[in-house]
């Protein structure tokens, strides 16, 4: 399989579990059993989940999945980011919806979801980086919203989430220009005016990734190590995917001590500072010199 096609495979997964995820988005919805449902979709469909299903709340933009035993609910009236990823053999489609049980988020899901079209549009290979911006920003302004400015799509690489070259929703000096043979996710995250529209570091969202495969001595953390580095290399992982191997008492205290380590590391909860609630929409596109493909589009 040539990596166009594996793109192209994982982003046709991406998709159709992107869409079944909005209707399981419900208030008093147990967030792990979505998880599991879109993440056991992921894998029937024939891909593996690229990370952990992300199920973020009103005022968190990203990085929140449930942990073992989580009993977090969907909240009432909340507005909830699904952001899903998949890979075929470590080709990755990143993509996201919003589903709001609030009317009052309404119009900001529809702007956002219309900014991320109107963007993925401008691409094609070497364009400047900058056209994303310049189609969200002044847009985004237009409408009573605007961009949060830290937060970013991103160059995809093979077992590689964010590969380097940053895709900015905010007008900033870029050199970079979209490349052929390449992909790339594009993710405005919208907040109101008035609003600080930016993200700062919340608690752990159960999020972790390999960062050292260095031997501790300890034979059953060693297996662990090695088991996440054999089935996920540095894709980012849930402890919940490692409980059918070894158990659920191991993992939490395996991970503990990993975590101490220092070889593995916990993604914390992006959050919005002002405490603003937050929307997201996301595509993952192909660059190539015959087209630009929006791989993660649904028919």
């Not at 982003?11 to 792990?32: C, F, H, M, P």
């Not at 709001?100 to 529809?110: G, P, Q, W």
């Not at 999020?207 to 953390?221: A, E, F, H, M």
Request: charged share 20%; with cysteine.
């Amino acid at each position: 399989m040539t990596p166009y096609e594996a793109y192209t495979k994982a982003g046709s997964v991406a998709a159709r579990v992107r869409e079944t995820s909005k209707n399981l988005v419900r208030q008093g919805a147990l967030i792990i059993d979505i998880c599991e449902e879109l993440e056991s979709s992921i894998r029937k469909l024939g891909a593996q989940p690229a990370f952990p299903c992300n199920v973020s709340q009103n005022s968190e933009a990203a990085h929140y999945t449930a942990g073992i035993g989580d009993g977090r609910k969907i909240e009432a009236g909340a507005i909830v980011k699904i952001d899903v990823g998949a890979h075929v053999e470590g080709y990755i489609a990143d993509t996201a919806t919003t589903v709001s049980l609030s009317h009052e988020f309404d119009r900001m899901t529809i702007v956002n979801k219309q900014l991320l079209e109107d963007a993925v549009k401008t691409i094609r290979g070497g364009v400047s980086i900058s056209v994303v911006a310049n189609a969200v920003e002044p847009a985004a302004h237009r409408n009573g919203f605007k961009p949060i400015s830290n937060l970013a799509g991103h160059e995809l690489g093979n077992y590689i989430i964010h590969a380097g070259v940053s895709v900015p929703n905010v007008s900033e000096p870029v050199n970079e220009s979209f490349k052929y043979d390449t992909a790339y996710a594009v993710e405005p995250f919208l907040v109101p005016h008035e609003a600080d529209g930016s993200v700062v570091n919340g608690p752990g969202g159960n999020i972790y990734r390999l960062v050292s495969r260095k031997r501790t001595k300890n034979q059953g953390l060693d297996q662990i190590v090695e088991f996440i580095w054999n089935k996920f290399k540095s894709l980012p992982f849930s402890p919940r995917w490692l409980i059918q191997e070894f158990g659920e008492r191991t993992v939490t205290n395996g991970m503990s001590e990993l975590s101490k380590l220092k070889l593995v590391m916990q993604y914390p909860r992006l959050v919005e500072s002002s405490g603003a609630m937050v929307s997201q929409f996301e595509h993952t596109i192909y660059v190539s010199k015959e087209s630009t493909r929006v791989t993660t589009a649904f028919p």
